[in-house]
């Protein structure tokens, strides 16, 4: 379990980030941050003393000034699998600006506890706490199988698992709408209709969708080059990916990946430091 107390205060523009892991943070004291899901949707919220946030891993929030000191614990993803009784299955956890939950306030003020006395108790404290947050966690906050939406009248949940999986085996490769309506046994006209229905939003919204996650998920790593990052999730060029790509996120490509790839790199925080602990700061705010 990392642990870190950040001290968050004005910047020249608001930043794109983005989490490596799953973080619960509780406010240390009366304050406030401008937090949005996109650049232009940024608006103030305040927090007083004690109160908790939930926010899973790769979640995207793009931050401006604040005048805000939390205390954050990351918990891994591998002590939520734990918490499932070791099962590979999907979940997704349900990002909470603000929750009100008794069993998880007093866990972390153990933590924060523990923190206090200079980490007394040692690793085998820590880590039981991490188990422990992460049940919580799992038993109360995560969603498992999380399927596509569907609406009265669209497509039946076999036929959009059978579109989806055409989608993710062919996401590097052109795909047309025939072979998608063929995929399922219906017309173009019926399955674009039907697939609306079903979704939401259109086929090539749904591809293009897909793509820009798969996306998201190559820039993590520094591995790839950009260019071949979008040859590999089906854009002919890397301009087209840029352009979709900052649509639909809010930012360019190498944005994202910077912005992820600094993560507790060099924001100015207070951050605690101990041997049994790896400690996590944000972003710098200094551009």
Not at 29 to 46: A, E, F, L, Y
Not at 71 to 76: A, M, P, Q, R, T
Not at 236 to 245: L, S, Y
Request: aromatic content about 8%.
């Amino acid at each position: 379990m990392k642990i870190a107390v950040d001290v968050l205060g004005p910047v020249e523009e608001p930043y794109l980030h983005v989490r490596r892991e799953h973080v619960l943070e509780m406010s240390l004291q009366p304050g406030s941050m401008n937090v949005g899901p996109r650049r232009w949707s940024i608006h103030k919220v305040t927090f007083g003393t004690g109160e908790i946030g939930l926010f899973p891993r790769y979640l995207e929030r793009w931050i401006g000034s604040a005048d805000y000191v939390r205390l954050s614990l990351s918990i891994s993803h591998a002590a939520l699998m734990a918490a499932f009784g070791g099962m590979e299955c999907e979940f997704e956890l349900r990002p909470r600006c603000k929750l009100a939950d008794a069993r998880l306030s007093a866990l972390i003020a153990a933590v924060n506890a523990e923190r206090a006395a200079d980490f007394s108790s040692g690793q085998l404290f820590l880590d039981s706490m991490e188990q422990a947050l992460a049940v919580t966690l799992a038993t109360r906050y995560a969603v498992r199988h999380r399927s596509l939406r569907t609406y009265q009248g669209g497509l039946g949940p076999a036929r959009l698992r059978r579109v989806r999986e055409l989608v993710h085996a062919r996401i590097a490769e052109e795909l047309t709408l025939e072979e998608m309506a063929q995929s399922v046994g219906l017309s173009v006209a019926h399955f674009s209709q039907m697939f609306r229905r079903s979704t939401g939003e259109s086929p090539h919204q749904f591809v293009l969708r897909h793509r820009v996650e798969r996306a998201k998920e190559l820039l993590r790593t520094d591995e790839e080059r950009v260019l071949d990052v979008a040859v590999a999730c089906g854009f002919k060029t890397q301009q087209h990916f840029a352009r979709v790509f900052r649509r639909i996120c809010g930012a360019s490509p190498g944005e994202y990946r910077k912005e992820f790839l600094r993560y507790g790199a060099t924001y100015p925080s207070q951050t605690i430091s101990h041997p049994l602990l790896t400690s996590a700061a944000l972003p710098s705010a200094d551009r």
